[in-house]
């Protein structure tokens, strides 16, 4: 099968059987949000991820500065899902021949920011040359207790943080000309694109506690997002649409904000299953961060959203696909 006819997912499932082998040492391999290595004392995490010019961000569009931290959170993001805690970055940095000196150093400016705020370390990396900026992060965390994609049960619950769809949003507007500093609903929303925050705090407390029984982060949407945590678990779900968290700004730009909740990407929030034995657990949490519960796990493999009438029909996987 050539590549061009490969979703991300039937891609990523036949790279998982061809190297299905387990090394020594190795705890959890392809398929989740970070690979998780057994070491001395802890579990060690380790994820990469890619941001390719006119692929993933736009010059025009993505500030430097912005980018630079956007290029690190969206990895610390992999490892707020696994419930873990960062330790340290490898950068990989392919630069534009002839790009502004002040565009590298912004860069530079905003990936430190991320990395004291979140206290990482970059202790290495590589940069050279190409005919487009592309930026390759990679990082190794640390867990007590990890959390899979896989461990969630029907009748587990669903819940979110944060709100949803307003990434999706802050792009919309960024093509339409808006742009930080003109309209504080709209800054929220562009603040969301350009500046995601990975949910560290939280996904280091439901590890803690062992709180919930499967995790994801939301980069692709939370339909796409929802279809992989199942398809790891070898359940199905069910979206309750009217408990959808919605801000208010999105409310205010879009028609049908629930469709970019269902289907926008790069929120970055944490998609987690939690067992109604941990009911109480979650409960306490919910006084510390923001999280909803927007549905339940179930038997079989559909996966549904329900209206306000209790009428349910299948959840069409719309956000973003890689190699679609």
């Known amino acids: 099968m050539r590549l061009r006819s490969l979703r991300e997912r039937e891609l990523i499932s036949s790279i998982r059987g061809e190297f299905a082998a387990k090394a020594r040492g190795l705890v959890l391999g392809i398929g989740d949000d970070a690979a998780v290595v057994r070491g001395a004392a802890r579990l060690s995490l380790l994820t990469t991820d890619l941001l390719i010019e006119g692929v993933h961000f736009s010059a025009s569009l993505n500030p430097p500065r912005y980018l630079g931290r956007k290029s690190l959170n969206v990895n610390l993001s992999d ?59 990679s990082i190794l965390g640390e867990a007590k207790v990890f959390i899979p994609r896989s461990g969630a049960r029907p009748g587990d619950m669903i819940f979110v943080s944060g709100t949803l769809g307003d990434a999706a949003a802050g792009l919309r507007l960024l093509r339409k000309g808006f742009r930080l500093g003109q309209d504080r609903s709209a800054d929220f929303l562009l603040r969301a694109f350009l500046d995601p925050l990975p949910q560290l705090a939280l996904g280091r407390a439901l590890s803690r506690l062992k709180a919930a029984s499967a995790m994801i982060d939301m980069s692709d949407g939370l339909s796409v997002d929802l279809l992989h945590l199942c398809e790891e678990s070898g359940t199905g779900a069910e979206i309750d649409r009217d408990r959808l968290p919605l801000s208010s700004a999105l409310c205010r730009f879009e028609k049908r904000p629930e469709l970019l909740a269902l289907h926008g990407g790069e929120d970055y929030q944490l998609l987690f299953t939690v067992s109604p034995d941990n009911a109480g657990k979650i409960a306490r949490l ?11 796990m179930t038997r079989g493999k559909a996966v549904q959203v329900v209206d306000q009438s209790g009428r349910k029909r299948p959840l069409e996987a719309k956000g973003y696909e890689h190699l679609k």
Request: glycine share 14%.
């Open 79 to 137: 490892i707020a899902a696994m419930g873990g805690r960062p330790k340290f970055a490898l950068l990989g940095l392919a630069l534009r021949k002839g790009i502004d000196e002040a565009w590298v150093r912004d860069f530079f400016k905003g990936l430190k920011s991320a990395a004291e705020e979140a206290g990482v370390s970059l202790i290495g990396g590589d940069i050279s040359a190409a005919s487009m900026v592309v930026v390759s992060m």
């Open 286 to 296: 919910g006084r510390r961060f923001r999280i909803r519960q927007i549905g339940r």
